[in-house]
C-alpha cells in the first residue's frame, strides 16, 4: 500500500505544475486590460494613458513589468524588453509593428515620441483652448492602440492638422515639433524595414524574476497577491466567502451522509418492496427538481407572509450588528441558513442515495454474500460488516469531490439567498474582471479536486488491497 501511496503522490507534483501553468495563462490570456478596472485607473481611455503616473506605479506594484515564464520563445525581431512597456494594448500595437516591418529601434523611437506628445498634451497651460486639448488627447491615446499603416497615418494627419491649423497658437508652438517628430519617426519605420528579423527564431532567457514564478511561489506560500478591484490583498477578500461557503457546506455534506448512508442500504436490502418503490420514487423527483427553482419557490412562498407561510427567514445572513450578543447572532443566523443548506442538500442526498443502493444491490448478489447468509449470521452482519465494506467505491468516488465543493460554493443558491458566499465572490470576480481573485479561487478548487483524488486513492487502496497503481 506504501509503494501506492508514493506512486500517486509522484503524480502529484507533475499534476499541480500543468495547473498551475494552465490557470496562470488563462489569466494572461484573458481580454481586456488587468488594470483597467482600478480606481482612478479605469477611467481614462481604456486605460491606454500610459503617461499616467497612477497607472505605472499600479502596473509595477502588480508585478505586471516583469516578463510572463522563464524564457519566451519568439522572432528575433521582436525584443526581450516589451514586458517593460506599461499597458497592455501599447503592448499588442508595438508587438504588432515589429511583426510588420522587423525595426524594433526606429519602432522604439516612435514609441518614445508618441510618449513626449502625450506627455507634452498633459503640461498644456490651463489657459488652452478645453476642447481643442480633449479632442487631441483623445486621438494621441488611440494612436497608442494602432498598428495598421493607413489608421496610424490618417491619426497622424489628423492629429497635424488639429495642431497646426486649430485655431489655437498656444498648442500650436507647443506640440508642433512633437507632432513633426512623431511624423518622422513612423516615416523611418517604413523607410527601413527588416523584414529578415521577423523570421528567424530565437529564445530569450528571463531567469527566475518572472509573473510565474513569483505567482506559483507566493501562491505556495499563502499570498494570492492584489485584487484589481479594490487593491486589498486577495485572501482578504476570500476570507469571509470561504466562512459562509464552508459553513453552508459542511452542514449539507453531513447531512447528506448521515441520510443517504441509511437510505439507501435499506432500499438495497428491501429491493422491490413498496417502501424501496416509494424510497426510489421520492428520490428520482428530488434529483430531478432544480436547485434554482426550488430555492425561487422557497423564497417566495415560506418567507413570504402574503401567503400565509412565512415560517422561514428570508434572503440574506440577518441584520443583527457585531455588538449583539453571540447566541442572538447565531440563532439569526442559522434560521436564515435553513433554506440554503435544504437547496445544497436534497440533490446530493437524492444523488447519494441511489449510488449507495446500486453499489449495495451489486454486493448483495455476490456468492460469498450467499454464503454468509447460509452459515446462519444475522443480517445486520451480513450488510453492514461484509456488503457494506465492498459497496464503498461509489461514495468514495464522491467524497473526493467534497474537498473542492466545500469551498467552490454554489453561484446560484447564494444568489438567490444573498449570501455572500465564494459562487457569489466567483460571479462577481469574473464580471468584474479582477483575475487575481477569479484564478485563485480556480487554482484553489484545483489543488483540492487532487487533494481529494489522492484521499479517495488512499481510501480505495485500504477498503480493497487488491487495488493497484
Known sequence: MLKYIFKRLLLFLPTLLIISLVTFWLGKIAPGDPLESLPGIGGMDNGLQVTSGDYDRAYKQYGLDKPLFYFSFTALAQPDTMHRIPGRYRQESLSKLVDQYGNWELIQNYSHSLEDLCAAIEALPAKADKDTKIDIRRSANQLLEMHKDIRIESKINSLSEKIVTGGDTLINNQLTPYIRRLSANYTAIKQNPKHLR???????WHGADNQYHHWVSSFLKGNFGLSYRSGQPVIDRIRTPIYWTLIINLISITLVYLLSVPLGVFSAVKKDSLSDKIITTILFILYSLPTFWIGTMLLVFFTNPEYGMNWFEGAGLGNLPSSAPFWDRFWETARHLILPVFCVTYS?????????????????????????????????????KHSFRNALFPLITIFARIFPAAIAGSIIIEQIFNIPGMGRELLTSISSKDWPVLYTIVMLVAVLTMFGNLIADMLFAFVDPRVKF
Not at 352 to 365: F, H
Open 348 to 384: 446530493a442526498l437524492a444523488f447519494m442515495s441511489r449510488q449507495v443502493r446500486g453499489g449495495m444491490i451489486e454486493v448483495l448478489n455476490q456468492d460469498y454474500i450467499r454464503t454468509a447468509r447460509a452459515k446462519g449470521l444475522s443480517t445486520n452482519t451480513v450488510v453492514w
Open 198 to 204: 521577423r523570421y528567424i527564431p530565437v529564445i530569450y
